[in-house]
């Protein structure tokens, strides 16, 4: 069975950085595309970053672009997101998502249960 | 503002018809494939349709989804008071090379 656990979120000040971690298990990881996708709470959903398999083709959102960074570990089957200068706007539930067929798209066929970033001064 | 459009809100009544729409363009939707998820409260979100207008296994057939030029929508017959959730179409957008969600839809269901 497919399990996505994210784990990293907290509460940080406008200007810091935190980084997310994504495990994954029950699936070849480095068969698969993965992407992060937020959630303002209470808002609709936001695609955030993606990267291929091999993690040689990043993919950001323009809102993201230039301060967070996607990465991923295969050997460990993990998935990563560094996120630096960060803004209140960057509050929200970030989630793991998993790329299904065709690859990189809005393709998520696994989702991870989210982890909460709180940006607040 | 999402680059997809869809109604805030639907509702009707169990056992009936619903169908929510999503509105795009000729970078998105007129381009590429439509996908629905289903968010049930607190919950993560869940693929309900891929490609337009395919079932992932274990969606219920009472799910169907459709595209034209650049609108595309779902529906969903026999409704159940389960079926009470938020419902969000996506589609990749060739002109900012990636995925793009619409503001999504919360159906209730009287």
């Known amino acids: 069975e497919v399990h996505l656990v994210e784990s990293g979120g907290g509460v940080v000040r406008p200007g810091g950085s935190l980084r997310l971690s994504c495990a994954a298990s029950?699936?070849?990881?480095?068969?698969?595309?993965m992407s992060w996708v937020r959630q303002a709470p209470g808002k609709g959903l936001e695609w955030v970053s993606g990267?291929?398999?091999?993690?040689?083709?990043?993919y950001y959102a323009d809102s993201v672009k230039g301060r967070f960074t996607i990465s991923r570990d295969n050997a460990k089957n993990s998935l990563h997101l560094q996120m630096n200068s960060l803004r209140a706007e960057d509050t929200a539930f970030y989630f793991c998502a998993r790329n299904g067929e065709l690859g990189m798209g809005p393709n998520f066929d696994y989702w991870g249960q989210g982890t909460l970033v709180t940006v607040s001064s | 503002q999402s680059v997809l459009t869809q109604p805030p809100s639907a509702s009707e009544t169990p056992g009936q018809r619903v169908t929510i729409s999503c509105s795009g363009g000729?970078?998105?939707?007129?381009?590429?494939?439509v996908y629905w998820y289903q968010q049930l409260p607190g919950t993560a979100p869940k693929l309900l349709i891929y490609r337009n207008n395919q079932r992932p296994s274990g969606v219920p057939d009472r799910f169907s989804g459709s595209k034209s030029g650049t609108s595309a929508s779902l529906a969903i017959s026999g409704l159940r008071s389960e079926d009470e959730a938020d419902y969000y179409c996506?589609?990749?957008?060739?002109?900012?090379?990636?995925?793009?969600f619409g503001g999504g839809t919360k159906l209730t269901v009287l």
């Open positions: 029950g699936f070849t990881f480095d068969d698969y595309d």
């Open positions: 996506a589609a990749w957008d060739d002109s900012l090379s990636g995925p793009v």
């Open positions: 990267l291929n398999w091999s993690g040689s083709r990043t």
């Open positions: 000729s970078s998105n939707i007129g381009s590429n494939f």
